[in-house]
């Protein structure tokens, strides 16, 4: 197909031709069907000549998706690049596309035959998220020609992203640590993730935290209104009436939810009805820093659920990058812990949060042993190579303002 007729075509009648070589129930899979009961009647050797078949519908679906993310991305569509690179739609349904990442790439596939758009190509046991790290990266290898300075950039990237997420990790299983220990030492109740301001605010923060910090939060907890400080931090009365806890921090929102949905059926809500109630009675005694931090977990549970998913064979997945799928698989484990913990806190769910945090975060830094010490060296070399960059290019414009120059004298 040339370049000028594959841009006649429409990307959506490609793209379900596509699914007739590979998708579910059609021609790929009948012939791994065909395969696998000629191996079970023994006469696999009469289909020897059907195998090359196999390949080259998995090749002829890629090739035709491609074409579609070509035209898809003349069109402005923000999917075309991940869709070229060998992603399916149904892959990328509800996931973030961010503009900046995509727009060189988008305009590398729309550039079709003019302009080498390989490197955007899905690498074996790319996730989503690995191809969104590392595009940026390669672009600015593909644009400066300078392959250091694009590791240099994939690099801060990384370490942008695990600066969000490996503190955080130690954080939690060093402060879960103290709670566990408090629990077991005096039997203190065992306080939600993510509530240190909360605890601040209302005069109770953690002993770990300076004398000054902690007095000047509790002033600022004493000067905000009352209805306010239950809506950030959560409410004391809610959690009392209906949790049997003191505080909002030491509250199970699902013992919170359940007795307040218990006690709308018995006065004769609806089901739903009831639903409704518990669910809000439990947001409100969460407050909103802790309900949006149990949404944040959640999300990041099921990103990072997603992408090991897409990992394919677990036992693949692991023989190919021992230490990274580990990464992926316990930042899985921190975050669900993480969630179960800042809903309900209780030893099991707090010791839980310590350890997948403690081992995430481990395998994290260890991961990225390597990177770290080579960092500033690569730096350094991006440097001289963009100081080298601007020179030549100041020897460019005085060359160009002399022959400017040149040209409007006279008397030259």
């Given at each position: 197909m040339s370049d000028s007729s594959q841009r006649m075509g429409n990307?959506?009648?490609?793209?379900?031709?596509?699914?007739?070589?590979?998708?579910?129930?059609?021609?790929?899979?009948?012939?791994?069907?065909?395969?696998?009961?000629?191996?079970?009647?023994?006469?696999?050797?009469?289909?020897?000549?059907?195998?090359?078949?196999?390949?080259?519908?998995?090749?002829?679906?890629?090739?035709?998706?491609?074409?579609?993310?070509?035209?898809?991305a003349e069109e402005g569509d923000p999917k075309a690049a991940a869709l070229y690179a060998g992603f399916k739609l149904e892959e990328l349904k509800g996931l973030t596309l961010p503009p900046d990442a995509l727009l060189i790439a988008n305009a590398s596939v729309a550039s079709g035959d003019k302009f080498d758009a390989a490197w955007l190509k899905r690498k074996p046991g790319e996730t989503y998220q690995d191809w969104l790290q590392r595009?940026?990266?390669?672009?600015?290898?593909?644009?400066?020609?300078?392959?250091?300075?694009?590791?240099?950039?994939?690099?801060?990237?990384?370490?942008?992203?695990?600066a969000s997420t490996v503190p955080a990790a130690f954080t939690t299983a060093v402060l879960g640590t103290v709670s566990l220990v408090k629990r077991f030492r005096r039997g203190d109740l065992m306080k939600a993730p993510g509530t240190t301001l909360a605890q601040i605010l209302r005069g109770r923060p953690p002993t770990l935290l300076p004398a000054r910090i902690a007095a000047l939060g509790a002033q600022i907890g004493r000067s905000t209104p009352t209805v306010v400080l239950d809506v950030l931090a959560g409410s004391d009365r809610l959690a009392q009436l209906h949790g049997g806890r003191l505080h909002a921090w030491e509250a199970n929102l699902l013992k919170v939810g359940h007795n307040v949905g218990k006690t709308s059926r018995a006065a004769g809500v609806s089901r739903l009805g009831a639903l409704r109630s518990g669910v809000g009675a439990a947001a409100r005694t969460a407050g909103w820093w802790r309900a949006a931090g149990i949404g944040g977990s959640v999300v990041a549970t099921g990103v990072g659920a997603f992408d090991v998913w897409q990992?394919?064979?677990?036992?693949?997945?692991?023989?190919?990058?021992?230490?990274?799928?580990?990464?992926?698989?316990?930042?899985?484990?921190?975050?669900?812990?993480?969630?179960?913990?800042?809903?309900?806190?209780?030893?099991?769910?707090?010791?839980?949060?310590?350890?997948?945090?403690?081992?995430?975060?481990?395998?994290?830094?260890?991961?990225?042993?390597?990177?770290?010490?080579e960092l500033p060296g690569k730096i350094a070399d991006a440097g001289a190579w963009?100081?080298?960059?601007?020179?030549?290019?100041?020897?460019?414009?005085?060359?160009?303002?002399?022959?400017?120059?040149?040209?409007?004298?006279?008397?030259?």
């Open positions: 990307p959506s009648d490609l793209e379900h031709l596509a699914k007739l070589f590979d998708g579910r129930g059609n021609l790929a899979d009948k012939l791994d069907e065909a395969f696998s009961r000629a191996s079970r009647l023994g006469v696999r050797d009469k289909l020897v000549a059907l195998r090359p078949l196999q390949s080259w519908a998995g090749e002829t679906a890629t090739d035709l998706r491609r074409r579609a993310a070509i035209l898809r595009i940026p990266g390669d672009a600015t290898a593909k644009v400066s020609g300078d392959k250091n300075l694009g590791e240099v950039v994939a690099d801060y990237i990384e370490f942008t992203a695990l990992e394919g064979n677990p036992v693949e997945a692991f023989n190919r990058d021992k230490l990274g799928y580990a990464s992926k698989v316990s930042g899985v484990a921190f975050n669900a812990s993480l969630t179960a913990a800042m809903v309900a806190p209780n030893p099991v769910t707090v010791g839980a949060a310590v350890v997948t945090g403690a081992v995430y975060g481990g395998i994290t830094v260890w991961q990225n042993r390597d990177k770290i010490k963009a100081g080298k960059k601007i020179s030549e290019g100041a020897g460019k414009l005085a060359d160009g303002a002399k022959k400017l120059g040149s040209a409007l004298n006279p008397f030259d």
